[in-house]
Each structure stands twice: as structure tokens, then as C-alpha cells.
């Protein structure tokens, strides 16, 4: 069954450090999406991605994020300047077809700042 | 702004036992998803409800969506202690870009 692939699965940085969180979303699917869980909270949506630009944005990504689809198959979160505030699980999603079939999640990396 | 409510937060049952988690939410929709989370884990998608009326089942968990009354149920039949994750409901708001909004989650515990 098609995965959702992110990397790396922990990461550990220095508050201020720039971070970037790496996912290969399915290869058919056209809809990507960056969610994040603070330990033991509920899921929240953080952006959106289609057709090589935002579709939709949070209040959390705020200046200090950024995504971007460097090439064909890769999908990267970056975080300019980490704060502790930051730590939590992110998790990269996709979909074919605004969700109509459904998102696949990918297994999340976690970032703690310290 | 849409708000999705999940109850009970927290469901002790023992094994053999049924029981129901309620899932509200507060504006339009007509897609919702349920999902499932281990300690640690991703989330594993187990039902997707497209539309009024529509009833899934999978094992011993069947879901079910009333969009007039904006309800999501998922009902747990004889649970078994592998049914122990914790469950989310996550809704589409109407005329957004797919976004999915989750609720709080529901941790279920299933005892001997």
C-alpha cells in the first residue's frame, strides 16, 4: 500500500536553529498538507499545498514557517528560527482528491527544541 | 470558525463490552473522517463519511454520520484490548481548501 514517507523521524535542535522537515507524499496524489501534535493534544492543521502554492494557511504558520516543493516528489516544512514552543510531532499528509477518498498520514518526525 | 467536539475524552471499558464516541461539530460539512492513533504512531485512517445517512463498518467499529445534526458516531462492539489507541474525528469545513479540523480526541482503554 502507497506510504506517505517522512524523514527524519526525530530531530533534536537548539532553539533559534532552522529546522527542515523533509515528506514524500504519494506519488499520485496532488493535495499536501503539514499538520502538527503537541504531546498528548489534539491534531491542528498548519498549511496546505497545491499546485506548487499555498491553498491555505493557520494562525501557527506564521512567518517563521515555510513549505516548499523543490522537485517532483519531495515536500519540505522549514522552521527559520526554532522555539521551544515548536516542539511537538509534525506530520506531513496527502490526498487525490481534496480528501474525497481520504488523507494519508505519514508517520511524523519528531522535533523537540531545546 | 469550525469547532469539533469529541466525547467522552477518556472511555475505560472492559473487554466484551459495547459502547459509543460522539463527535460534534459546529458548521457545515459533509465529509468526516475517523481515525486512529497509537502511543507515539501516526494517525491510521479508518472510515471516510461522505455524505447524510452514510454507515461504514470495519471489525468490531462502525461509524456513522448525521449531517443535519452534525453528529459523528463511532460505535465499538465486544471490544477487544487491541481497540486501545486514541480515536479522532477530523471534519472538512464547507468551501475551505480541505483542510482537515480535528476534535480532541477520545482514549480508549479496554481492560481484561
Known amino acids: 500500500e502507497p506510504e506517505v514517507t517522512q524523514t527524519p523521524s526525530h530531530q533534536v535542535t537548539q532553539m533559534g536553529q532552522e529546522v527542515i522537515l523533509r515528506c514524500v507524499p504519494i506519488s499520485n496524489h496532488l493535495y499536501f498538507y503539514w499538520y502538527r501534535q503537541i504531546l498528548g493534544q489534539k491534531v491542528e492543521f498548519l498549511v496546505s499545498f497545491y499546485n506548487n502554492e499555498i491553498s491555505e494557511k493557520s494562525e501557527i504558520f506564521d512567518d517563521q514557517f515555510s513549505v516548499e516543493r523543490p522537485d517532483g516528489s519531495n515536500f519540505t516544512l522549514k522552521i527559520r528560527s526554532t522555539k521551544l514552543e515548536d516542539s511537538a510531532m509534525y506530520f506531513c499528509a496527502s490526498s487525490e482528491a481534496e480528501g474525497r477518498y481520504g488523507y494519508t498520514f505519514g508517520s511524523g518526525t519528531r522535533l523537540t527544541v531545546v | 470558525e469550525l469547532k469539533v467536539e469529541q466525547n467522552p475524552l477518556f472511555l475505560s471499558m472492559q473487554e466484551g463490552k459495547n459502547y459509543t464516541i460522539y463527535c460534534n461539530y459546529s458548521?457545515?460539512?459533509?465529509?468526516l473522517y475517523w481515525y486512529r492513533q497509537d502511543p507515539g504512531k501516526s494517525l491510521e485512517s479508518l472510515f471516510v463519511?461522505?455524505?447524510?445517512?452514510a454507515v461504514k463498518q470495519e471489525g468490531r467499529l462502525m461509524a456513522s454520520l448525521d449531517t443535519k445534526a452534525r453528529l459523528s458516531t463511532l460505535h465499538i462492539t465486544a471490544a477487544v484490548h487491541d481497540l486501545s489507541a486514541t480515536y479522532f474525528c477530523?471534519?472538512?469545513?464547507?468551501?475551505?481548501?480541505?483542510?482537515?479540523?480535528f476534535g480532541t480526541g477520545t482514549r480508549l482503554q479496554v481492560t481484561l
Open positions: 463519511l461522505l455524505s447524510n445517512g
Open positions: 458548521t457545515t460539512s459533509d465529509r
Open positions: 477530523a471534519v472538512v469545513n464547507t468551501g475551505t481548501a480541505s483542510k482537515l479540523t
